[in-house]
């Protein structure tokens, strides 16, 4: 892994790949960048066979993924937007990693963090943590497969009622 990136630091530990989202100043939030650096990341640790785990997580102790950054939502059309997230998918990158990936969180995990923590095998939450899907605040529903992930972890009642609402719940609720 010598190559480096913008938005991701990556570290080795033995077998472990360390992936970790660095925006701290945008409370770790995705940006087009974030996500394709992300997916091509994963897709090179895919066939390394040095790694046998990834863990992602956040920068700094604010948040582990905000959400999207919504300020590249500026100026786009429904349509504009919906060609941006079909694109080299971060959370399908995750989703079909044949490895096992861990989510740990630590402060915010919403919106498209929320999504990439569903879509990694294992959460791990800090104290601090707190999980949401509140995008409905913006007019717009979950964009990275939250409502079909979120869904079979925990139920479509529960599900419904997050993503309906954007309530947001602790970690220990979590």
Known sequence: MPQSYETLLVERRDRVAIITINRPEKRNALNIKTREEGAALIEELRTDDSVNVVII??????????GADIAEFAGRSAQMQRDVMVQRSLF??????????????????????????????????????????????????????????????????????????????DAKTA
Do not use: H, W
């Open 57 to 66: 997580t956040g920068a700094g102790d604010k948040a582990f993924i905000a």
């Open 92 to 169: 399908n990158a995750i989703d079909t990693f044949p490895k096992p990936v861990i989510a740990m969180v630590n402060g915010y995990c919403l919106g498209g963090g929320c999504e990439i923590a569903l879509a990694c095998d294992i959460r791990i939450a800090s104290t601090n943590a707190s999980f949401g899907q509140p995008e409905i605040n913006l007019g717009i529903i979950p964009g990275g497969g939250g409502t079909q992930r979120l869904t079979r972890l925990v139920g479509e009642g529960r599900a419904m009622e997050m993503i309906l609402s954007g309530q947001i719940i």
